[in-house]
């Protein structure tokens, strides 16, 4: 055979879609990870008519686990954003939404023993070091993917996955505010750079040009708006020390705007070269903590919160993401303390995916060498 065949399942997680693997089974050298990635995928097409990708940046990503390395954790998940058409991996973000394919993903794995009921796993963000417990349901022992729970952006009920986020401050650069103050100007524009569980630059979406109301189809086609993105991207990612960003999706941008029904604010989140068809969950954890941060632009433009924990009502192109809020304000400043969210997954498919074998005998022969 031309061909080796890797084990996967094909899972839905939130509002995004991907193969999640067992890391045993993929190459260990990142080079040679990346190039059966993108065969995965089928990256290098904008249809991704050779992989499984789905010819956007939400169904072009990639879930791999294992035994958790850590005593505190139960599996290890390493992300991979590969590019539609670019032939690039990423390893440098994480992602919230496959995240939530995480527990119910590792349980049909046989990496995670369910019990009668409700499942606890604890997950280990390889890429960010970061934890987060999941609440899987798993009556008789067995994952169930059948309930109530309607989210935004996805036409169908599901059963819940309740995720807690913890120690997501600083998931990159160590630090809440890494440019060093609430608001920066990059490029004569106002902005705030914020890492919480995911690095992220936050402007006022009439500052860029638009109302922030705008559907992701007319935001693709505005090629000025996503160069002045880019332009202030780039700046804020070196003032957030994080180096040349040129071809990395970190850090991610948020373009904010006044609720216009019951959330506490609306934004529009691009990752970074198109935008989000609704929000991610690491965004949203971010986004929710600007908004509560003194001084910064999305404190400016949010509904107030007052008492803690809250819920935070953000609106997105496909409607409402909530988010509750763990968090201390006093007189020597703000402390993030948690997020939690709940979102559905669903297994889609289980089987191998072939992959050219000559990708792994390249493998093979640098560890001879």
């Not at 058409?85 to 973000?93: F, H, I, N, Q, T």
């Not at 007189?331 to 969210?341: I, Y």
């Amino acid at each position: 055979m031309t061909q080796t065949a890797i084990p996967f399942l094909f899972m839905r997680g939130g509002t995004s879609r991907g193969p999640y693997f067992q890391r045993k089974d993929l190459p260990q050298d990142l080079d040679v990870l990346s190039n059966v990635l993108v065969q995965v995928v089928g990256s290098g097409n904008a249809t991704n008519i050779d992989g499984l990708g789905g010819g956007t940046a939400v169904t072009t990503k990639v879930a791999m686990l294992s035994p958790s390395t850590r005593d505190d954790a139960d599996v290890d998940y390493f992300f991979a954003q590969v590019s539609v058409e670019d032939r690039l991996v990423d390893y440098g973000p994480t992602c919230g939404n496959i995240l939530v394919g995480v527990g119910p993903a590792a349980i049909e794995m046989g990496l995670v023993k369910a019990v009668d009921g409700v499942t606890t796993v604890r997950i280990h963000s390889v890429n960010t070091s970061s934890l987060v417990e999941a609440q899987i349901q798993t009556p008789g022992g067995f994952v169930s993917y059948e309930g109530d729970v309607e989210i935004a952006g996805v036409p169908n009920a599901s059963a819940p996955v309740a995720l807690n986020f913890l120690d997501v401050v600083g998931s990159r650069t160590k630090k809440l505010l890494p440019a060093g103050a609430p608001t920066i100007t990059v490029d004569g524009t106002e902005v705030s750079c914020v890492d919480v569980a995911m690095p992220m630059v936050i402007g006022r979406a009439r500052d860029f040009g638009i109302t922030g109301y705008e559907t992701p189809a007319e935001l693709d086609a505005n090629k000025a708006l996503y160069e002045k993105i880019e332009k202030v991207r780039l700046e804020a990612g070196k003032l957030m020390g994080l180096g040349d960003v040129t071809k990395s999706v970190v850090p991610k941008f948020g373009l904010m705007s006044e609720a216009q029904n019951d959330g506490n604010f609306s934004v529009r989140y691009f990752m970074p070269w198109n935008c989000h068809p609704s929000l991610a969950v690491t965004g949203s954890q971010c986004l929710a903590a600007c908004s509560l941060i003194p001084g910064t632009i999305a404190e400016r433009i949010a509904k107030p919160v007052d008492t803690s924990p809250s819920r935070i009502r953000i609106e997105h192109p496909a409607g409402i993401m909530d988010v509750t809020v763990d968090f201390e304000r006093a007189d020597d400043g703000f402390k993030f303390n948690s997020a939690g969210l709940v979102r559905t997954a669903r297994m889609i498919a289980r089987g191998d995916v072939m992959v050219s074998k000559s990708i792994f005998s390249n493998e093979e022969a640098e560890a001879s060498s």
